[in-house]
């Protein structure tokens, strides 16, 4: 069970999107202030799943929308290398990640990139 405002994604966890997000840090310090962390995902179908249910909740999202997930230059903040890379992203050690519709990542400055929200995920 999810605590408010946290809700439960099917296949993701218990999550939470907030918009206005600047960068990746502030984001990660706004998750963890609520128990939380920043997502991380385990696959590429993991990706999928969680965007399965932003575009059902807001069907624009599929329109540009940018979320910050969990990356710091080629690893998840879980310590784990990323491996989801599509071809041409090239990570460095000062960028961090977005995902955007239908569930691709990609590199961006950590502060200089202004995704629409970033997405925090709390352990049930």
Request: glycine share 8%; with cysteine.
């Amino acid at each position: 069970v999810c605590r408010n405002p946290f809700v439960i994604v099917a296949d993701v966890g218990c999550i939470l999107i907030f918009p206005g997000s600047s960068s990746m840090n502030s984001s990660r310090t706004h998750c963890r202030a609520l128990g939380s962390d920043i997502f991380v995902a385990n696959d590429l179908q993991h990706i999928s799943n969680l965007w399965s249910y932003i575009v059902a909740e807001n069907p624009s999202a599929n329109s540009g929308y940018a979320y910050w997930v969990g990356i710091y230059g080629d690893k998840w903040t879980n310590g784990r290398t990323i491996t989801e890379w599509p071809t041409g992203e090239t990570p460095g050690s000062n960028t961090c990640g977005v995902t955007r519709y239908p569930g691709q990542i990609e590199v961006h400055p950590c502060v200089v990139f202004s995704p629409k929200a970033a997405i925090c995920v709390r352990n049930i």
